[in-house]
């Protein structure tokens, strides 16, 4: 190691013993392990250092988490076997997050630490100075567009003077410029750095972080905030990373695995749309944004900020237990914002257009979007991507499934042949035959974007027709008249806004296969109608007819608060969550009643299952490759209900069945999954 490096002189006398975390996925290894400091490794292998250890006759990483003066083992120590760096990366309080969250959702330490910790870099080290610069203080900003809500400037004032606030935020639709959201979020970091704090700001995807980047940018100036994202290359991802961790900077932006960066003197932690699933990790332990970054707030004191143009049924849980303060606009600056929505086939649409009031494109959205391309671009939502996404059989409806794999089948292209689309087979060589009515005939079950774009393209010719989904992203469009068609969480930003917003085939968001579908259905809409310029329309179509939806009305009078309330007051009455607490068990059915028989479960706990698993709820398993043990296929789970207040015993019992399953090396493997995001 280099001088900047050799801060041996500077710390302290350490025990001879080190307490190392090993980097191991079983579950009965969970634990921490001693090691016999050699005279040489003395100096760098101080309490966060990454290792090098002999662990069960191999080398494994790991990290340091303490040096001890006298073992708890009663036996020999095996020394380590190398420092690969002396940086202390994982610090203290990154450590009991991460120990925090495991136990949460019950899983294992090393799992977490993977995420939370990037891989090292040794050109970034080398790099990058020690010592932070010196940089001035920040002045406080004006509270900008926290004026527009009537407990916005209080909540700044208190977190300034280095406080915690805790709050739910309504952002306000159709905002532009400095009033839009990233400017508010922008304003929130500024205010605690300004305090003398660091601040942690989390949104769904690289897109949102753009956006806060130039806002943040645009209140601090350059080089006084850093961002973390997957799509930054490894030796960026670890310098960004390690000016964190060296003081350099007190400010972070990014993606999911932000959460855990080693912010100095946390002060604020927020994240935008709390529903999105892309805050989801989808790998074990299967952690959400919202949940690490409350653990983190209520562990340093830091305040807390939720927003978004919904609410989550997590916020909705927190808000009236009184955790989270809501922070909105009020009723009248609300109403002038929000975008006019209408529902196409209502009022007197069917009895002028006829059939054409609840097309794919009814009547109703062609006159909108040919008003509102005299100003500007219009927006099409169509709730999937591709040409036809999902067919069935022309007469009973039946949805049409692969006969070698039973996976869905679509057709790609116009012209071209359908096929599945898990394994490609083409149903040109095989034809098709309804296995219920015997029928020959498909029809689609839902028309996707490039089909939309086919559509409106010959409807109005000479505007062009922009595409935005899955694998061709747009961040932004101009102000020109134009048309762009985009699926969910695709949507473009306009410039200045869409003048007309269109929403296709509501009954498709509503008939997702979750417990959230009406709540996600109303999350996509409002994300899409927020881009609306203010005061411009909205249209609805494809909502089921003659049925009270309160989806739907919620977005008609957006008031994302009062569905969220409705609906977390009939999950108690039923017993659902969030207002239980469920964890998902998956696996072969009888490894899961063997898993069932050997779990010490809470006594209020009541075992849902097993039950064989759909085929729609993912992929074929592969095949097994060489030299793997024979595994029963995971095409059962499981579901364990218990109440609220008993969540700590549960992920208790789940956490040791977990180690007995390791420790006895069962082959047909249970995966535990805590607040599954999908019911099957």
Known sequence: MGDDNDTSTQRPAAGPVAAVVVETPLAHLDRVFEYAVPDELDADAVPGARVRVRFSGRELDGFVVERRDEPQHAGRLTPLRRVVSAEPVLTPEVLALCRAVADRYAGTLSDVLRLAVPKRHATAERNLAMEAPAVEEVTPPEPGP??????????????????????????????????DWPTALAVAAATALSAGRGALVVVPDH???????????????????VRLTADQGPQARYTAWLKVLRGHVKVVIGTRAAAFAPVHDLGLVAWWDDGDDLLAEPRAPYHHVGVVLGLRAAATGAALLAGGFGRSLRMQVDVESGALVPVEAE???????????????????????????????????????KDALVDGPVLVQVPRRGYLPSLSCAECRTPVRCARCQGPVALGAAGSAPACRWCGL???????????????????SVTGARRTAEEIGRAFPGFPVHTSGSGEVLASVGREPALVIATPGAEPVADGGYTAVL?????????????????????RWMAAAALAREGRAVVLSGAPEAVALPAVEALVRWDPAWLAARELAERRELGLPPAVRMAQLTGGR????????????????????????????????????????????????????????????????????????????????????VDPLEMF
């Open 146 to 179: 926290w004026t527009a809500y009537a407990a916005g400037p209080a909540w700044l004032r208190r977190v300034a003077s280095g406080e915690g606030p805790a709050a739910a935020w309504a952002a306000l639709p159709g905002r532009r410029g400095d009033a």
């Open 207 to 225: 897109r949102d972080v753009d956006r806060l980047d130039a806002a943040l940018t645009a209140v601090l100036g350059k080089g006084r905030h």
């Open 331 to 369: 009723p009248a600056l609300l109403r002038a914002a929000a975008p006019r929505v209408t529902i196409a086939g209502e009022g007197l649409d069917e009895e002028r257009d006829g059939p054409s009031a609840r097309a794919h494109i009814p009547s109703r959205a062609w006159r909108v979007a």
């Open 426 to 444: 083409s149903l040109a060589g095989h034809g098709f035959a309804c296995e219920h009515c015997g029928s020959r005939r498909l029809r689609s």
């Open 503 to 523: 929403l296709l085939d509501a009954w498709a968001s509503l008939d997702l296969p979750t417990l959230d579908a009406p709540l996600e259905a109303l999350r």
């Open 590 to 673: 009888r490894a899961l009643e063997e898993a069932l028989e050997q779990a010490d479960l809470p006594a209020a706990a009541q075992v849902l299952g097993p039950v064989r698993l759909s085929h729609t709820s993912g992929p074929p398993r592969r095949p097994p490759v060489d030299g793997e043990p024979e595994r029963a296929p995971a095409d059962h789970h499981a579901l364990v209900r218990v109440p609220a207040s008993e969540t700590e015993s549960l992920t208790r019992a789940l956490l040791a069945l977990k180690a007995f399953r390791s420790a006895r090396k069962e082959t047909d493997i249970v995966a535990v999954r």
